[in-house]
């Protein structure tokens, strides 16, 4: 497992791991024209982790509380407690 001193800061503020920026620990964001639609350098104590989620060509309707409380149901983001996993990260975007 990766520690916090395998992330570098850059001069504006923002962290580097393997060759890409953050924004900071625990910070989801966009991944363009990637296999995955969101990245975020996980972070626990002194370990670190890259977590990529999500699928880049389906459209997210969270709006629709129909759908937000079936995907909740679906990927039982009441238990979803560990920052390492993908499902944390998509249950909270949800």
Same mark, same amino acid.
């Given at each position: 497992m990766a520690t916090i001193r395998d992330a570098k800061r850059t001069?504006?503020?923002?962290?580097t791991y393997r060759g890409e920026s953050?924004? *900071?620990?625990?910070?989801?964001s966009r991944t363009p024209g990637a296999k995955k639609k969101f990245k975020v350098l996980a972070k626990k104590?002194?370990?670190?982790?890259?977590i990529r989620y999500g699928d880049p060509n389906m459209t997210i309707k969270k709006s629709n509380? *129909?759908?937000r409380k079936n995907f909740r149901a679906r990927h039982s983001c009441d238990t979803a407690k560990?920052?390492?996993t993908a499902r944390y990260w998509s249950c909270k975007n949800w």
């Amino acid at each position: 497992m990766a520690t916090i001193r395998d992330a570098k800061r850059t001069k504006g503020g923002r962290l580097t791991y393997r060759g890409e920026s953050f924004a *900071g620990f625990n910070k989801p964001s966009r991944t363009p024209g990637a296999k995955k639609k969101f990245k975020v350098l996980a972070k626990k104590g002194d370990q670190i982790k890259l977590i990529r989620y999500g699928d880049p060509n389906m459209t997210i309707k969270k709006s629709n509380p *129909g759908r937000r409380k079936n995907f909740r149901a679906r990927h039982s983001c009441d238990t979803a407690k560990d920052n390492f996993t993908a499902r944390y990260w998509s249950c909270k975007n949800w």
